[in-house]
T-cell receptor, first 112, second 115 residues
Framework: NAGVTQTPKFRVLKTGQSMTLLCAQD?????MYWYRQDPGMGLRLIHY???????AKGEVPDGYNVSRLKKQNFLLGLESAAPSQTSVYFC???????????FGPGTRLTVL | AQSVTQPDIHITVSEGASLELRCNYS??????LFWYVQSPGQGLQLLLK??????LVQGIKGFEAEFKRSQSSFNLRKPSVHWSDAAEYFC?????????????FGAGTRLAVHP
C-alpha cells in the first residue's frame, strides 16, 4: 500500500495565482486533514474532513478551500496565493477521529 | 489554552550515546500523547503513542517514552543513538474534541548525530 500520497511535491506560484494540492489515501480512512508547517513552528491544522462530502475548518483556514468528493481524496485549494502561504503542506488521514493520523510526504509551496 | 513545549530546538549527540528529548504539555486532563519523527524531505512517521495504561511506552526504532502526569511531560528516550536517527522530532498532544483528535504539535527538536 502507498499509504498517503501528495501531489505535487514542489510548486512555485506567483502572488494571485491559484492552485490545488491533491491528497490521496488507500487505507479506506474516514478522516482526512490538511496541515501547514512553518519554520520554528509545529504543524497547524488548516481544514479537515470526517467523511466523504464533509469538510470543516481547522486552526488556520483563511485563504484556503477544501473538497472531499471521494473518500480517498482530499483537495486543498488556494484561490489567490499570497507570500504568507509559502509553507510545507502535509496531508494526513485516520480511520476514526480518535485514531492515529498517518501523514503524507508533504508539498513544498513557494509564493513569490 | 493547550500547548506543547519542546525546550530544545537543536540537540547534538555522538553515535552510541544515549538520548532524551523533552516534551511538556499544558492541558487540564490527560491527553493522548504522540512522538513523530520527520527525516529530511519526508513526511512525519509515528514513533509511539500513549493513550492510557502503562506510562512507559515502547515504539519503533528502539525508542521509548515515559508519561509523567505530575510533571506534564512525555520525554522520548533511546539508549544508543544511530547515525540514521538524525532527524526532526515532534511531540504532539491529541485532544479529542468535536469528533476528532485535534493534534497540537510542539515546534520540534532537530537532532544531529556525530560519528
Amino acid at each position: 500500500n502507498a499509504g498517503v500520497t501528495q501531489t505535487p511535491k514542489f510548486r512555485v506560484l506567483k502572488t494571485g495565482q491559484s492552485m490545488t494540492l491533491l491528497c490521496a489515501q488507500d487505507m479506506n480512512h474516514e478522516y482526512m486533514y490538511w496541515y501547514r508547517q512553518d519554520p520554528g513552528m509545529g504543524l497547524r491544522l488548516i481544514h479537515y474532513s470526517v467523511g466523504e462530502g464533509t469538510t470543516a475548518k481547522g486552526e488556520v483556514p483563511d485563504g484556503y478551500n477544501v473538497s472531499r468528493l471521494k473518500k480517498q481524496n482530499f483537495l486543498l485549494g488556494l484561490e489567490s496565493a499570497a507570500p504568507s502561504q509559502t509553507s510545507v503542506y502535509f496531508c494526513a488521514s485516520s480511520q476514526s477521529g480518535s485514531d492515529t493520523q498517518y501523514f503524507g510526504p508533504g508539498t513544498r509551496l513557494t509564493v513569490l | 489554552a493547550q500547548s506543547v513545549t519542546q525546550p530544545d530546538i537543536h540537540i547534538t549527540v555522538s553515535e552510541g550515546a544515549s538520548l532524551e528529548l523533552r516534551c511538556n504539555y499544558s492541558y487540564g486532563a490527560t491527553p493522548y500523547l504522540f512522538w513523530y519523527v520527520q527525516s529530511p524531505g519526508q513526511g512525519l512517521q509515528l514513533l509511539l503513542k500513549y493513550f492510557s495504561g502503562d506510562t512507559l511506552v515502547q515504539g519503533i526504532k528502539g525508542f521509548e517514552a515515559e508519561f509523567k502526569r505530575s510533571q506534564s511531560s512525555f520525554n522520548l528516550r533511546k539508549p544508543s543513538v544511530h547515525w540514521s536517527d538524525a532527524a526532526e522530532y515532534f511531540c504532539a498532544v491529541g485532544l479529542f474534541s468535536g469528533g476528532y483528535n485535534k493534534l497540537i504539535f510542539g515546534a520540534g527538536t532537530r537532532l544531529a548525530v556525530h560519528p
